[in-house]
């Protein structure tokens, strides 16, 4: 099997624990305080990848912490915000917002590093987009508080996307990924102590379930698969692949959480999934010089 295609399915498997962890993380705080179970999940996932990846570790150099100091930032703003989004509306809506991610990605490459995206992805990125909309947007065309804390949060995560696809191309980003966790458990650390009144040990067992599950399998597993894929994948072609997280998402929230699937719910999830077939198809857009070329063989 190709790399590409073997990343592609650990992607995909990724995106369901993804989406698992919208309704574990909403079940898991309660009334403790976002951050706080942000600094437990990063500082967990950050000893658990420093064993697996000892071998980096011992040979870190201060270029390589900054880099991943540098990925942390927007990790965290990206991680935070969405937390946050959580806490003011449905694990299911929450998780289908945060695939607006897809279409921020072609647009900043567009506008900031003058990279147009291929036609296809435009439309796919396009039909996301309306598919988001159905979900998110109520009768009276406005956007709920978790929905903005959102939509911010995965402006943050499309920086991010964007910024592991230039280290990827540059080098192996493999070493930068524990540097990269261990700056996420500090800046969410500081967080705690800046929003103050902290639990430093809830008692709630659900907090320390979500903890877990979120650390080894939508942190440890997901962020690692995600870095190391995009050598052989696109920014864009990840974002949209993310979009199989909101499906999942929306399952497990009306297992785990009780939450109703509604039918903008299934249409705007079955817009984003059309999104992501419509990326991955192989097709060529004729360009001016192909179409000149035919042109003049028929001549003849």
């Not at 946050?84 to 991610?101: D, E, K, M, N, R």
């Amino acid at each position: 099997m190709e790399k590409r295609n073997l990343f592609l399915i650990l992607l995909i498997l990724g995106t369901a624990f993804w989406g698992i962890s919208f309704s574990v993380t909403k079940l898991a705080i309660g009334q403790h305080q976002p951050v706080l179970f942000l600094f437990y999940r990063f500082l967990l996932a950050t000893m658990v990848l420093s064993v697996i990846f000892w071998k980096y570790v011992k040979k870190l150099d201060w270029t390589t912490i900054k880099k991943g100091a540098g990925l942390a930032i927007p990790l965290v703003l990206g991680i935070y915000l969405q937390t946050l989004g959580i806490t003011h509306t449905s694990a299911s809506q929450c998780s289908f917002v945060a695939g607006i991610t897809v279409v921020m990605i072609p647009v900043i490459k567009l506008f900031i590093y003058r990279k147009p995206a291929v036609l296809k992805i435009w439309i796919a990125a396009f039909t996301a987009l309306i598919g988001l909309f159905v979900i998110s947007v109520t009768d009276k065309f406005s956007i709920g508080t978790g929905d903005l804390y959102t939509i911010i949060g995965a402006f943050c995560f499309a920086i991010y996307l964007i910024q592991i696809e230039k280290e990827s191309m540059a080098g192996d980003i493999i070493p930068t990924i524990v540097p990269m966790f261990a700056t996420c458990a500090i800046l969410t650390f500081l967080l705690t102590f800046i929003q103050g009144n902290a639990t430093w040990i809830p008692q709630q067992e659900t907090f320390w379930i979500g903890i877990i599950f979120c650390a080894l399998f939508s942190t440890a597993y997901m962020y690692t698969i995600s870095n190391i894929s995009q050598k052989y994948i696109s920014a864009e072609r990840v974002s949209i692949i993310y979009l199989f997280e909101p499906i999942f998402g929306a399952f497990a929230a009306h297992f785990i959480l009780g939450e109703e699937i509604t039918s903008r719910l299934l249409i705007g999830g079955g817009m984003i999934f059309l999104a992501t077939l419509i990326s991955e198809l192989k097709w060529r857009t004729p360009t001016p010089f192909a179409m000149l070329k035919v042109s003049k063989e028929k001549k003849y």
